[in-house]
């Protein structure tokens, strides 16, 4: 029995070379005829070499086990020491010779600039619609700084996340996400509060998308109906002249404007009254959220996301379209630029606005990718440069949001309208009849159709998961908590369409736990346990947690 339990190979594998184990297709690896042959017993080119006899042993007690059990049953799987560690698999060959197996992990990993751009296009979501607006609430200096400023402290605690599991070395943690680390430090009130915390910004991106949903659905209907009623909406809309059209949807925003000016005419057809029975049936609060939930709430029962998840590339060409967009507007707008640095004028607003908070707000869940980072990090092919790419998708997250954003802000036509006009969806400041604009609005519907559901998915599998052990208890349970999700955005996109608050408080609210909070305690308690812990070091990060409960309490007040 001792012989059967020592370990055959000369050098004994640890738990760490071949943590994959736990993981699903480790099964196929266990089901292979692998064993270990020294390096000049390995087959090569120019010479054909014979498996030496330890290999032959190893080999016979795999077979041994493999005749104990099926290959489902995991209960007499061949123990770690007689599987060799990946980059020792080999087939072998009734000859007598062994051919290297490809390790299936590794070619799987990814090289770091797809990782980058894996983190960019996960980050690139709602929020950088509402960038512009959230430099004009902060003044356009502040703005600048607080992006930089906020982008920094969300690497960092980010940084935080990722090293986080690997500080825990009484446990196997290869698996782990950043909600284990919570429950192995905080027990149960870790694990729930995170979970918590992640259903907040996820229900949150839901409702925010269903808004814009309603938004585009509604807009692009309306450039349908005028473009086939040669309905001309410039009458109707308070904006500048000219083909690059600004329109300005809500005037009295305007301090230097006439209130008179702010009534819009209703729009008629010569004596044909079909445009107000359209408009009566096409509204955006009034109608458009109710229609799609026809479409929308038969997507999120089904069984499996799969058939979405091969939508997600069109992400990416979206957010690319979007950049495109905004660089062609703002040559063909100019810059638009006067520095008042602290009293507004008649359509400028100050460089610094006591309104920053909104900013921080929706940077929060701009940069918010702290709940899977770990399994992002996870596919990169080279784990010593996770820190170096990590922090080159920040930096490329960080450009472009503000590209987009300073872009915006500098273009706004201003004479004649006020940069107060920015809307938190800028797409807004556009109108309905803009080509351009309304390939933007049907690239960004298909792609939050294609991506509510996935978002749906991953709240029932986090829910039904925790409460009943399983991702799809029954029909019934997952409408029931289908319809509270759609019915919350449902009711926000008729009584309250405005995706900058949404985003500023569902940024605030799951940034002070699982950006600020947790990591900063997780980080502070692995220290002390290590003996490393300083009292600079608790100042930053208990300053860090400050932070945090700051950008909630100032959303309140704004």
């Not at 059209?245 to 209703?266: A, E």
């Not at 609060?285 to 799609?292: A, R, W």
Request: hydrophobic letters at 45%.
């Amino acid at each position: 029995m001792e012989e059967d339990c020592r370990p055959l190979l000369s050098s004994e594998p640890t738990g760490e070379s071949y943590s994959h184990r736990g993981s699903t297709g480790s099964l196929d690896i266990r089901t292979k005829r692998p064993f270990y042959v020294e390096p000049r017993n390995i087959v090569s080119d120019d010479l054909q070499e014979r498996i030496s006899a330890e290999a032959a042993i190893l080999n016979s007690r795999v077979h041994y086990y493999s005749r104990l059990t099926g290959s489902s049953d995991t209960v007499l799987s061949p123990p770690n020491h007689v599987i060799p560690t990946a980059e020792e698999i080999y087939i072998y060959s009734p000859l007598g010779t062994a051919f290297k197996v490809p390790d299936s992990v590794q070619a799987s990993k990814n090289p770091s600039i797809v990782t980058i751009f894996a983190i960019w296009n996960t980050m690139m979501g709602t929020s950088i619609l509402s960038i512009p607006w959230g430099i004009k609430q902060a003044g356009f200096t502040m703005g600048i700084i607080i992006l930089i400023f906020t982008g920094l402290l969300m690497l960092y605690c980010c940084y935080i996340v990722i090293k986080s599991p690997k500080a825990i070395k009484v446990e196997d943690t290869s698996n782990w996400e950043f909600p284990d680390v919570c429950r192995f430090y905080f027990g149960k009130f870790g694990q729930w509060s995170s979970l918590f915390f992640s259903m907040v910004s996820l229900v949150g991106a839901m409702v925010v998308y269903w808004v814009l949903m309603s938004n585009f659905l509604y807009n692009t209907g309306q450039f349908m109906y005028n473009h086939a009623n040669n309905v001309n909406t410039s009458d109707s809309e308070f904006g500048t002249n000219g083909s690059e059209r600004v329109i300005c949807p809500y005037p009295k925003t305007n301090p230097g404007r006439n209130d008179t000016t702010s009534t819009l005419c209703q729009i008629t057809i010569g004596n044909d009254t079909s445009g107000s029975s359209f408009e009566h049936y096409w509204s955006k609060t009034n109608t458009i959220p109710l229609y799609l939930i026809i479409l929308l709430l038969p997507l999120l029962c089904f069984r499996s996301a799969s058939f979405f998840a091969r939508f997600t590339f069109f992400g990416t060409i979206s957010v690319v379209y979007l950049i495109v967009l905004v660089t062609i507007k703002a040559a063909h707008l100019g810059f638009h630029l006067e520095f008042h640095w602290l009293d507004p004028s008649q359509f400028y607003v100050p460089e610094f606005r006591l309104l920053f908070p909104q900013l921080t707000g929706v940077l929060t869940l701009a940069f918010f990718i702290h709940n899977c980072i770990i399994t992002l990090m996870k596919s990169n092919k080279k784990q010593e440069n996770n820190v170096r790419d990590l922090s080159l998708a920040y930096l490329l997250v960080g450009g472009t949001y503000m590209y987009v954003g300073v872009l915006i802000f500098a273009a706004f036509p201003s004479p004649p309208l006020s940069k107060d006009c920015i809307e938190p969806n800028f797409l807004d400041n556009f109108s309905s009849s803009d080509v351009l604009v309304f390939v933007a609005r049907v690239c960004l519907l298909f792609q939050m159709i294609t991506v509510y559901p996935l978002l749906g998915y991953l709240v029932r599998v986090q829910i039904m998961g925790q409460l009943f052990g399983n991702h799809y208890p029954s029909f019934l349970h997952i409408l029931v908590l289908n319809i509270a999700i759609v019915g919350a955005g449902v009711l926000m996109a008729m009584f309250y369409p405005n995706i900058g608050s949404i985003i500023r408080f569902s940024g605030a609210i799951c940034g002070l736990a699982l950006v600020f909070l947790l990591p900063a305690l997780v980080h502070m308690i692995s220290l002390k346990q290590q003996g490393k812990l300083t009292w600079l070091s608790i100042v930053f990060h208990s300053f860090l947690i400050l932070l945090g409960v700051a950008n909630l309490l100032a959303q309140f007040f704004m």
